[in-house]
């Protein structure tokens, strides 16, 4: 095919889906990085003095049809990927990462970032500019520029390994997602699950072209039978096959991934004059450094650790007096947990699921956001898909200004790895007059309809769904000059704000009422259910905050410290957990060759940032609550001052403009019941 015929060569605003062929993806990649390859020739080449415009701007904007294709075909490969897709991003993520070091590699590049960056005192930028260009000129200092250029060498091959294996590990994750199933055929061993799981369940197994019912470890297949199963040895069966992802000595083991990850990470840092990777990647957070995650994390386990302790011995208690369960296992914990919260609350996610139809939720999310940020939601067709299940939609203001489109999509598959997640397929960003809006997309993995039944939301799903539209308006609302300031582009220890802070509307009357409909009835959710809502909130808070923790503090582990003595994954994680551990390990399990944040996604050295951003949400939901959860003057000041700016400040002094001061960690402690 010739680059003529590619469409996504092509000039194109919105990602061509129903035109895109899996053939196309390489060789437009190819053809992109040269034309951006071209693009930074004449940056570096030009005769004229360096400047903020020709160079530090000039950077940010270039490459911009790389960044398209390959948000397209990455995206992708997280949402509906195929061997096909698989196989080319195992081919072009070395190309990738090469031109990536051919940037911040590049000598006489580098001279020119340093020019004006040295001269950054006389040229009178804006507050936007000036991060811009120390954001700019750090990237190439942290990333090898002044390195000796047999360092620079090494840091190529180090880069270029750890971006094959990251994908090889997510490749492996998914594959041992999609090879386990249970297979049942006596309804016996169906005791205890809801009938909306079952009829699941056996849709699952008639699309398998099998009889009976199927179970996989996707989630809206495992949690409810984790939670309801009566039997407890197909509990048993499950939750060992789901903590065994990538943990069977065969192809698609991770363990020496995660050790190869963990070293060349390692290594990289050394060779940028860092003592670890986590002092690298920390040295751009709001922590700023691993003693300050460290203290954060130690700090929380202090407060949350006797309160999970008594949680758990409850559990323990409740367990032996209804089944005479001596001892309680992992596999035991979501099932318990369920009967003890319907017995002190009187609730459970079967009396709720029928006020929480996916439809009704996505148009009570579009109602919040029109309330507080006077956001219009359009559904249209005419938008390209790359699914039938995506829903899309055109975004605009209260002027009728266009905003953003928003890709919903948000049923499991078997291309679809597991999780929720936020991206983009464009930024937003302002050039030559035109503020260019984003395209937004919002990825979860929830209960799919039934013959006889909507899709219908656990509580859990809707608060997820919420997460997930928070960081999509951290995408839609960007207005800000510069494409790598936009949006999400935050400090990311600062990024799970937005996203954070609207699940808090999941709980509030004012808000459940404008969406909690039956999907038979019509009737609103009666407020007795709401009190129950709100008094099951901090239902084993202590124990659920232990659990962040402990992948936090696992993450530091790997991170934190010289791996290089790490010889087994399994002991190191068991030695990790220790200090937040209520249930005996599963000799069979490992998590870390599944943690997919860490070594697939952005999040290592970065897991305590859930927990960072709960300190923030936690206080910024005090101040709407202090005024009114709709009240339009703080939604105006969170918008103004957070959603819009994306990383164009530095994240505290954005929080202290909206909130007028910084954040009391207290909010937390008292939000999650650890403090009075």
């Known amino acids: 095919m010739k680059n003529s015929e590619n469409i996504l060569l092509q000039s194109f605003d919105i990602a061509p889906f129903d035109a895109i062929q899996n053939a196309d ?11 951006a390859r071209q693009e930074i020739d004449f940056i570096t080449n030009n005769p004229e003095p360096a400047t903020f415009e020709n160079t530090i701007a000039a950077l940010d904007y270039a490459g911009y049809q790389l960044d398209r294709v390959t948000s397209i075909f990455f995206n992708l490969n997280s949402a509906e990927t195929n061997e096909t897709i698989q196989k080319t991003a195992q081919e072009v993520s070395p190309l990738l ?30 507050r936007e500019e000036e991060v811009l260009l120390d954001k700019r000129y750090k990237g190439f200092s942290r990333n090898g520029a002044n390195l000796a250029e047999d360092k620079k060498a090494r840091l190529r091959e180090i880069d270029t390994e750890l971006s094959k294996l990251s994908l090889t ?60 199963a009566e039997n407890r040895e197909l509990r048993k069966k499950m939750a060992i096959a789901f903590g065994a992802k990538g943990f069977h000595n065969d192809e698609l083991d991770n363990q020496e991934n995660v050790l190869e990850i963990v070293k060349l990470r390692q290594e990289r840092a050394n060779l940028l004059g860092y003592k670890t990777h986590a002092h690298f990647v920390l040295e751009q ?29 409850q559990l323990a208690n409740f367990a032996k007096k209804r089944d005479g369960i001596e001892e309680l296992q992992k596999w035991d914990s979501a099932f318990y947990s369920e009967k003890l919260k319907q017995e002190l609350f009187e609730l459970d996610d079967e009396q709720l699921k029928p006020y929480f139809k996916l439809e009704n939720v996505i148009d009570g999310v579009f109602t919040i956001a029109q309330k507080l940020y006077k956001l219009r939601f359009v559904e249209v067709q005419d938008i ?16 009728d200004n ?70 999509g308006l951290h995408g839609m609302l960007a207005n800000t000059t510069y494409p790598s300031l936009s949006g999400p582009s935050v400090y990311w220890d600062f990024v799970e704000l937005p996203s954070q802070v609207l699940e808090n509307w999941c709980y509030e009357p004012e808000a459940l009422e404008l969406f909690a409909k039956h999907y038979e009835t019509g009737e609103t959710i009666p407020m007795v259910l709401i009190d129950k809502i709100k008094k099951a909130a901090n239902f084993q808070e202590g124990m659920q905050t232990l659990r962040q923790l402990s992948f936090g503090i696992l993450d530091m582990s790997w991170h934190g410290a010289d ?20 249930y005996p390990d599963v000799a069979e399990n490992c998590m870390s060759v599944s943690f997919s944040h860490i070594f697939q996604g952005g999040y290592s050295s970065g897991y305590y940032s859930y927990k960072w951003a709960e300190v923030l949400d936690a206080d910024a939901f005090a101040y709407f609550k202090e005024n009114g959860i709709f009240n339009a003057e703080v939604a105006q000041k969170f918008k103004d001052h957070v959603l819009s700016q994306g990383g164009t400040e530095d994240p505290m002094v954005l929080y202290k403009r909206f909130r007028g001061k910084e ?11 650890l403090i009075q």
């Not at 993806?25 to 034309?35: H, L």
């Not at 300050?292 to 650790?305: C, G, I, T």
């Not at 679809?416 to 919002?442: C, I, L």
């Open 563 to 582: 791996p290089s003595g790490i010889t087994d994954v399994k002991a190191h994680e068991k030695a990790a957990f220790e200090n937040t551990k209520l």
């Open 169 to 228: 590990f997510g490749e492996n994750v998914l594959a041992e997602t999609n090879k386990f199933e249970l297979h049942l055929t006596d309804e016996a061993d169906l005791a205890g699950l809801p009938e909306s799981t079952k009829e699941a369940a056996a849709q699952t197994a008639e699309e398998k072209g099998k009889k009976g019912w199927v179970f996989t470890l996707e989630y809206p297949s495992y949690i409810p039978f984790m939670k309801y």
């Open 285 to 313: 957070r709001m922590a700023k450094s691993p003693e300050n995650v460290e203290r954060f994390l130690q700090d929380l386990l202090e407060k949350a650790k006797p309160a999970a302790e008594r949680e758990f011995a």
């Open 25 to 35: 993806y390489k060789p437009a990649i190819e053809a992109a990085i040269a034309q």
């Open 663 to 673: 954040p009391n960690p207290e909010a937390l402690l008292k939000r999650a019941g």
């Open 97 to 126: 990462s090469e031109f990536s070091n051919d940037i911040t590699l590049n000598k006489a590049l580098f001279k020119r970032v340093k020019n004006v960056y040295d001269s950054r005192e006389s040229l009178e930028l804006t």
């Open 402 to 471: 266009f905003i953003a489109i928003f890709y919903a999509d948000f049923h499991p598959r078997a291309g679809k790895r597991a999780g929720a997640w936020m991206t983009q397929y464009k930024g937003q960003f302002k050039k030559d007059g035109v503020n260019e809006r984003p395209h937004v997309s919002n990825v979860c993995n929830f209960t799919k309809p039934t013959a006889s039944k909507p899709s219908l939301l656990t509580f859990n799903e809707v608060t997820t769904l919420f997460h997930e539209f928070g960081h």
């Open 384 to 399: 390209p898909k790359y699914h039938k299940d995506v829903k899309t939609y055109q975004v605009f203001d209260d002027q």
